[in-house]
């Protein structure tokens, strides 16, 4: 269970990393344009290419745990290390959220 929400998780952070990405691009992009207008500083520039690397980073990271997840997966239920994990979707929850928490509380 601990590998597919891994897993699962690790495939949801994937497109908000790439929409934070596209975001500080952005942010650079404008940061560029008031620099030529004489309007900003440099330091904004290079303050927004320092976070596009580090998203960058993130996202290379994301992917070497993604596939490390997948490993995981697939040594859980038996399969070879290296085959591929289709989308995986959440069990329903067999409980509501407030006989969750009276279950935790006892």
């Known amino acids: 269970a601990e590998a597919f929400y891994m897993l699962q998780e690790r495939r949801r952070m994937r497109p908000i990393v790439a929409e934070q990405i596209a975001l500080a691009r952005q942010f650079a992009e404008a940061a ?25 980073s993130r996202e290379r990271v994301l992917g ?27 069990p329903p929850l067999r409980m509501s959220l407030p006989d969750v928490l009276d279950a935790k509380l006892q």
């Open 64 to 90: 070497a745990e993604i596939r490390a997840a997948e490993a995981m997966f697939n040594a859980s239920i038996g399969n070879p290390p290296e085959s591929p994990v289709p989308t995986l979707e959440s």
């Open 32 to 56: 560029r344009s008031r620099y030529a207008a004489s309007k900003g500083g440099q330091a904004e520039i290079l303050r927004a290419e320092v976070e596009i690397s580090r998203l960058q």
